[in-house]
């Protein structure tokens, strides 16, 4: 059952600006696959939004396995990149490490042992499924979220369809008439949700791509 109420619901695209700025570290940038971790490097290195020939290239590439490290270098060569170091603490050290990786002796360990930076075969194969496993994730939260405020949102209307009504004028005077009656009683948000949940089904197959 669904309870809880404060599922991530801000990595949905536009990002909000509170969401971009509570990425403090490179570890915290590197939670988030796919397209939102393309936003945040945008937004992070940048300090705009993902634009339609950014997001063509670099997801191709996120897709293929590449490392997330690696863009986030290519970025910083850009003429027009702002890097948010105040903001990302670490950014400068973690860009720093991908390069000395790159060296061709000195790099030889951590391109064959470091799974962000390694440039083996596997270590692709392994980034890639790592993508795509997190992208799914994401739009779970995103689907689970939606499903709480629907349930929410029923949850109120059935609350306020429940609430004593007037009574009627009596019928005669000597009808035996409550002061009060209530609306017929309907089903709580328990009885629904079998029916919430069947309509958001054909989105949970998608996101988790069956």
Same mark, same amino acid.
Request: hydrophobic residues 45%; proline residues 4%.
């Given at each position: 059952? $669904?309870?809880?109420?404060d /599922?991530?619901? +801000?990595?949905?695209?536009? !990002?909000?600006p509170?969401?971009? *700025? %509570? ?35 670099? $997801?191709?590439?996120?897709? /293929?396995?590449? +490392?997330?490290?690696?863009? !986030?270098?290519?970025?910083?060569? *850009? %003429?027009?990149?702002?890097p ?7 950014l ?45 994730r ?15 949102n ?21 009808a ?35």
């Amino acid at each position: 059952m $669904l309870q809880r109420e404060d /599922l991530i619901t +801000s990595h949905r695209i536009p !990002l909000e600006p509170a969401f971009v *700025a %509570s990425i403090r570290s490179v570890a915290d940038l590197l939670n988030w696959y796919d397209e939102v971790f393309l936003e945040l490097a945008y937004q992070i290195m940048l300090r705009r939004s993902l634009d339609f020939e950014g997001r063509r290239y670099y $997801l191709s590439k996120l897709r /293929l396995g590449r +490392s997330r490290l690696a863009i !986030l270098d290519q970025l910083s060569k *850009a %003429s027009e990149a702002e890097p948010l170091v105040e903001q990302v603490i670490d950014l400068a050290s973690e860009l720093a490490r991908y390069r000395a990786s790159r060296r061709f002796f000195k790099g030889f360990k951590s391109r064959w042992t470091d799974l962000e930076i390694g440039n083996r075969g596997s270590f692709f194969r392994a980034r890639a499924i790592a993508n795509a496993v997190g992208q799914t994730r994401q739009d779970l939260l995103l689907i689970c979220a939606d499903l709480l405020a629907t349930q929410r949102n029923l949850s109120r209307a059935l609350s306020s369809q429940s609430m004593p009504v007037a009574a009627a004028a009596p019928v005669a005077p000597t009808a035996a008439l409550p002061s009060v009656v209530r609306a017929p009683r309907v089903r709580t948000s328990f009885d629904v949700r079998e029916i919430d949940f069947h309509n958001t089904e054909k989105r949970v197959i998608n996101a988790l791509r069956i």
